[in-house]
């Protein structure tokens, strides 16, 4: 199993840049894919990007592609997603997941851990 905590969400304004953390507890971090999503109240929680296991494999949704950028340093046990340029529709609670094995990496029934969110908010 594993732990996941992010931090590093806030309030900025729309140009800024913002850089999310995610840590994660184990001795095993580097056997799992990770990802970013993001969740709107009362819509679905959505794909952002996603880093193999050893982070030479990353995706993004195209509406963050060019913008964010997603890492990993298995040394540390942290992933982080560096964000610039940021939109007021960047605004959501993002969320770090980890799973073993991902069948699809853009759907949020793929991962099995979550952390518990942090919240970003971009005013125009």
């Known amino acids: 199993q594993v732990q996941l905590v992010e931090s590093g969400g806030g309030l900025v304004q729309a140009g800024d840049s913002l850089r999310l953390s995610c840590a994660a507890s184990?001795?095993?971090?580097?056997?799992?894919?990770m990802g970013w999503f993001r969740q709107v109240l009362g819509k679905e929680r959505e794909f952002v990007a996603v880093?193999?296991?050893?982070?030479?494999?990353?995706y993004y949704s195209d509406s963050v592609k060019g913008r964010f950028t997603i890492s990993r340093d298995n040394a540390k046990n942290m992933m982080y997603l560096q964000m610039n340029s940021l939109k007021p529709e960047d605004t959501a609670v993002y969320y770090c997941?980890?799973?073993?094995?991902?069948?699809?990496?853009?759907?949020?029934?793929?991962?099995?851990?979550w952390g518990q969110g942090t919240q970003v908010s971009v005013s125009s």
């Open positions: 997941a980890a799973d073993l094995h991902v069948t699809t990496w853009s759907s949020p029934r793929s991962y099995d851990y």
């Open positions: 184990g001795r095993t971090f580097s056997t799992y894919v």
């Open positions: 880093i193999g296991k050893s982070g030479g494999i990353t």
